[in-house]
């Protein structure tokens, strides 16, 4: 059945939100792997709350080693009273759906990517702290956050929202494209200890441009795996 959303007039309509995520490779690089719906997964098998959410493939490497590239989006809510957005429900449903890749004994490189849509990192607020609770329980699986980063010697982003003093964020999101707004990093690579470790480089789009092409800037990494 095909999700529905409330209007403005009460009533209930077809969604207008159909997501993405997708992994690009030349042909035959990556092997995907696909989700069932959640109400027809024989039970502890692979399944997808929000159909679109992540895209799941693995890439055997020339030395043998398998890597899992999961691209991951965080699909916000907007709640009926506030109106307030929160994206933490669908990505602990996501990661809820990835667990048993997460788990896997050969799960020893996995990279997750994408848009995790958590504008409230670390600012302080409990919105902030319902959404490091998506950080926190990807952990638990041994997925920490590669970056991009600035490096140390750089100076911290200027208007940055969070409240660290030792703050390494890079801006990857503007809204509307339009400098006046506050930056935000939304966009992080996460992996596991053995892939962190065998990390070349982990950077933001240098092109200072990149706001005319989308209000993300892409992020890119690289691994000798
Ligand atoms: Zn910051």
């Not at 997708?22 to 989700?35: K, Q, T």
């Not at 799960?107 to 600012?123: E, K, P, Q, T």
């Not at 390494?168 to 494209?177: A, D, E, G, M, P």
Request: charged letters at 25%; proline letters at 8%; glycine letters at 6%.
């Amino acid at each position: 059945m095909p999700g529905r959303y409330r209007a403005a007039n009460g009533s209930l309509k077809p969604t207008r939100r159909h997501f993405a995520s997708a992994i690009a490779s030349r042909e035959g690089l990556v092997v995907p792997r696909d989700p069932s719906a959640l109400h027809e997964v024989v039970d502890g098998e692979f399944a997808r709350s929000h159909p679109g959410q992540f895209a799941v493939g693995d890439i055997q490497t020339d030395r043998g080693a398998r890597v899992t590239v999961i691209s991951l989006y965080g699909i916000c809510d907007r709640m009926l009273d506030s109106g307030t957005m929160y994206p933490e429900a669908t990505l602990h449903r996501a990661i809820s759906d990835l667990t048993p890749i997460f788990q896997e004994r050969a799960s020893d490189y996995v990279l997750v990517a994408g848009d995790l849509n958590l504008y409230s990192y670390s600012d302080g607020t409990i919105w902030g702290r319902r959404g490091m609770t998506v950080f926190e329980r990807l952990a638990a699986y041994g997925l920490d956050v590669l970056g991009p980063f600035r490096r140390p010697d750089e100076p911290r982003l200027e208007r940055c929202p969070c409240p660290d003093v030792d703050c390494r964020h890079v801006i990857t999101f503007l809204y509307q494209s339009n400098p006046k707004n506050r930056p935000h990093q939304l966009d992080f690579f996460l992996a596991t200890p053995r892939l962190r470790d065998r990390r070349r480089e982990c950077w933001a789009d240098p092109d200072l441009e990149w706001p005319q092409h989308s209000d993300h800037r892409p992020i890119l990494t690289a691994f000798d795996v």
